[in-house]
Nanobody
Framework: QVQLVESGGGLVQAGGSLSLSCVAS????????MGWYRQAPGKQRELVAL???????NYADSVKGRFTISRDFAKNTAYLQMNSLKPEDTAVYYC???????????????WGQGTQVTVSS
């Protein structure tokens, strides 16, 4: 089995910063990429940032220049540094990993349980 566990959410004032971490553990063969998504109340889950196994990154337009995704694939860990936070960044943030378990052939999307980020105005 594979588990993703996020940490680092919390409450911050507008303009502040938070850093999220996501650790993947279990029967991991290959991680092709990891990403962060978020879901605000009443809204669909949306992509925030992605990072591939080669280190390429992709960001939602709404967070470009403010958020930075990084990874330590040796530790199966992804990070999201969030600066200049805005009230509209308030959401539950979910970690995603596209992972092939040891001894299997297919990549599967795994999700963490989510961590709440609240930005007050």
């Amino acid at each position: 089995q594979v588990q993703l566990v996020e940490s680092g959410g919390g409450l911050v004032q507008a303009g502040g910063s938070l850093s999220l971490s996501c650790v993947a553990s279990g029967s991991i063969g290959i991680i092709s990429g990891m990403g962060w998504y978020r879901q605000a109340p009443g809204k669909q889950r949306e992509l925030v940032a992605l990072i591939t196994s080669g280190g390429s990154t992709n960001y939602a337009d709404s967070v470009k220049g403010r958020f930075t995704i990084s990874r330590d694939f040796a530790k199966n860990t992804a990070y999201l540094q969030m600066n200049s936070l805005k009230p509209e960044d308030t959401a539950v943030y979910y970690c995603n990993g596209r992972i092939k378990r040891r001894g299997t052939l297919a990549f599967i999307d795994y999700w963490g349980q989510g961590t709440q980020v609240t930005v007050s105005s």
